[in-house]
């Protein structure tokens, strides 16, 4: 599948799966993986029914170039960001926002959360996964759930 159609501006999105499918997701898990050099990616899904098995493939992609992952399961966008923030992680949302059930996408950003977008990375990552970026033959990185909820939370309450 071409991955070239699903990269917008400022994210990836695509119908699921006749756009953006596992295949794509793994891609882009092994390119992100090598753009950013991190030794982990922290990673969340919406409540999508095509997420679990987008995670899985981005995983198997990160994963396969001796990065790991911290899963931190069912989250918003802003509780990701909030982790890769707080753990100095890049981190990936697979979320489309505010569009159909049918779409999925993903959106990505450097340690601290600072965000991947065309003039930030993302052209950068969409020509690694059009290529299709080898395992590095290296051990597989290592997968760890992370529950940052409560954490999340206390954040969000110290505003008021």
């Known amino acids: 599948m071409a991955v070239d159609r699903i990269f917008k501006a400022y994210d990836v999105r695509g119908v699921y799966p006749d756009e953006f499918d ?17 030794p982990s990616i922290v990673l969340g899904r919406d409540a999508r029914p095509s997420s679990p098995s987008l995670v899985e493939a981005f995983t198997d992609g990160v994963t396969s ?23 100095d992680r890049p981190g990936a949302m697979f979320t489309a926002s505010h569009n159909p059930a049918r779409y999925n996408g993903l959106k990505l950003c450097r340690e601290g959360a600072a965000p991947v977008g065309e003039d930030s990375g993302l052209l950068e990552v ?21 529950n940052i909820l409560d954490e999340y939370v206390d954040h969000v309450v110290s505003f008021v």
Do not use: Q
């Open 126 to 146: 969409r020509a690694l996964a059009e290529r299709d970026p080898k395992p590095a033959g290296t051990a597989r990185g290592k997968i760890e759930s992370l």
């Open 22 to 38: 596992e295949d794509a997701a793994r891609r882009i898990g092994s390119a992100f993986a090598e753009f950013t050099g991190a």
């Open 65 to 87: 170039r001796g990065t790991g992952v911290v899963d931190i399961g069912l989250a918003t966008t802003d509780m990701l960001y909030f982790a890769s923030g707080r753990l």
